[in-house]
């Protein structure tokens, strides 16, 4: 999975809880994502970050935070986590490529709110 | 809302057969790309196609884009068990093409 792991893997909690997932890339690239993926929507853009402390809202924003305070470590916060939220989140990174982005995804966290 | 929308949204072929897959998007882009999605894993990077590009092969695969049309297809070749999967494409904006949107996916299922 190109050297990224998201921790932890699987989590169930409580309507109201906060929740940190955490995603560690080792390819220092620039770019890392995430994205939530449930059925009937594909994947959706949570926020993005483009560098140290840079960071950028994506399609579905509302309800998270996110902060990069190192290249490899990029974090995803619930700040009260909502049944809403029940999905499986996944975070992805890309670098620079004569231009272009492909991006290599990690292995997914399933995430139930109850 | 979804930049790309996937066509047909599920897919059954015997094995050996080939599989297309369409995707049809709604603004200028810079590029399109294809990542498969294994059950319960993450998406891999399939395949790569530029704005000005009209066709590229890889392997088994090749795709196809038309910008007139805003669409593209992902055509495997003989296909085989280990192809079944959901596939994606994803569409990355001439304004930053750092981000890319996805679509909502085929599941292709190849019969053994």
């Known amino acids: 999975d190109a050297g990224i792991t998201q921790s932890p893997r699987h989590k169930v909690t409580e309507t109201g809880t906060p929740v940190t997932l955490r995603c560690h890339q080792t390819?220092?690239?620039?770019?890392m994502y995430w994205y939530r993926q449930d059925p009937g929507h594909g994947l959706r853009l949570i926020h993005y970050?483009?560098?140290?402390?840079d960071t950028d809202k994506g399609e579905v924003s509302d309800g998270y935070s996110v902060s990069r305070s190192k290249t490899e470590d990029f974090l995803l916060t619930l700040e009260s986590a909502t049944s809403s939220q029940t999905s499986v989140y996944f975070c992805?990174?890309?670098?620079w490529g004569q231009g272009l982005y492909e991006q290599y995804f990690g292995p997914g966290t399933r995430l139930t709110v109850t | 809302s979804q930049q790309g929308e996937e066509d047909p949204q599920a897919l059954s072929i015997q094995e050996g057969e080939n599989a297309t897959m369409n995707c049809s998007y709604k603004?200028?882009?810079?590029?399109l790309q294809w990542y498969r999605q294994n059950s319960g894993r993450g998406l891999v990077h399939l395949i790569l196609?530029?704005?000005?590009?009209r066709e590229k092969h890889s392997g088994r695969l090749r795709v196809t884009l038309d910008t007139s049309k805003k669409s593209s297809s992902l055509l495997i070749t003989a296909s085989r068990a280990a192809d079944t999967a959901s596939y994606f494409c994803?569409?990355?904006?001439?304004?930053?093409?750092?981000?890319?949107?996805f679509g909502t996916g085929t599941r292709l299922t190849i019969i053994p």
């Open positions: 992805a990174i890309s670098g």
């Open positions: 196609i530029r704005s000005n590009e």
């Open positions: 390819e220092n690239h620039r770019y």
């Open positions: 970050s483009y560098g140290v402390k």
């Open positions: 603004t200028s882009i810079n590029n």
């Open positions: 994803a569409t990355g904006s001439n304004f930053g093409n750092e981000k890319l949107t």
